[in-house]
């Protein structure tokens, strides 16, 4: 994303609504990619507590984050049964999973119904908008400013070797 993308204010448009604890959050539909049901996750020993594990998907291992402990939010140590995974492109170097306790619903929020928000009421200004839903206020998040520039650097060196130590599980066809 280059600067110019980056100070661009959010207008409204589809939306991805997700629950984390008893916190609505939403991103700009565009920012997700996919919503993937709880698969199994490896997760090794090592793993800082924000990272819930780490996926197999098309070919690369993508990590996925634990929402609640990346926003402060209180939440039950395992995911639940209705719990998903927001795949968020933007989210650290090469993209991560964002595991939510729900994904609730994909809803229009139009430009009036955008609220004026302080970025400095947000850590990094991942807050891009506060919009009114019909199940009341919710802040639009952006990926890309979800993760500080130090742990988007150490997202990727997990990966990395996340994805050494499963490549030597791979068995020759």
Do not use: K
Not at 39 to 44: A, E, K, S, T
Not at 57 to 78: K, W
Not at 162 to 173: H, Y
Request: net charge negative; proline share 10%; glycine share 10%.
């Amino acid at each position: 994303m280059n600067g110019a993308e980056d100070a661009r204010p959010w207008t409204g448009g589809w939306t991805v609504i997700a629950r984390i604890g008893d916190r609505r959050i939403a991103f700009p539909a565009a920012e997700v990619r996919s919503i993937l049901p709880i698969p199994p996750l490896w997760r090794p020993p090592t793993a800082p507590r924000p990272v819930f594990g780490f996926l197999p998907l098309d070919g690369a291992v993508l990590p996925v984050l634990n929402g609640g402990v990346l926003l402060g939010v209180p939440t039950p140590e395992h995911a639940g049964l209705y719990a998903h995974i927001l795949i968020l492109p933007q989210l650290g170097e090469a993209g991560a999973g964002l595991l939510v306790d729900r994904a609730e619903e994909a809803i229009v929020v139009p430009e009036e119904a955008i609220l004026p928000l302080d970025p400095a009421d947000t850590l990094n200004s991942c807050a891009i908008a506060l919009a009114e839903t019909d199940e009341g206020r919710v802040h639009v998040l952006s990926a890309a400013r979800l993760l500080a520039a130090a742990e988007r650097e150490a997202l990727a060196a997990l990966g990395a070797e996340a994805a050494r130590r499963l490549g030597e599980w791979r068995v020759p066809a």
